[in-house]
C-alpha cells in the first residue's frame, strides 16, 4: 500500500468541521472587536466628549483585536487555497 504524503490526503471530515469551526470563531472575534470601537465611540459622545483617553485606549484594542482575526481568517483561506493548488 502506497504511503501518501499528508500534505496531499484529503482532509477528513474532523478536520473540516475543526477549520470551520476556527473560521467562524475568527468571524465572531472580528464582529466583537468592531463592537468594542463603536462601543468607545458611542461612550466618547455620551460622555460629552470627556475622559477621551480612555475611550481612545478602548477603540484601538477592540480595533486591534478586529485587525488580527481578520488577518488570521484570511491567511487561513489563503493557506487553504495554496494548499489545494499544490496539489
Request: aromatic share 8%.
Amino acid at each position: 500500500m502506497p504511503v501518501v504524503p499528508e500534505v496531499l490526503a484529503m482532509p477528513s471530515e474532523t478536520v473540516a468541521l475543526l477549520r470551520s469551526i476556527r473560521r467562524w470563531l475568527m468571524s465572531l472575534v472580528f464582529v466583537l472587536g468592531v463592537g468594542v470601537v463603536t462601543l468607545a465611540n458611542t461612550g466618547y459622545v455620551v460622555s460629552g466628549y470627556q475622559d477621551g483617553l480612555l475611550f481612545a485606549l478602548a477603540g484601538v484594542a477592540g480595533g486591534t483585536v478586529a485587525l488580527a482575526s481578520a488577518l488570521t481568517w484570511v491567511g487561513d483561506f489563503a493557506s487553504q487555497e495554496a494548499g489545494s493548488r499544490d496539489s
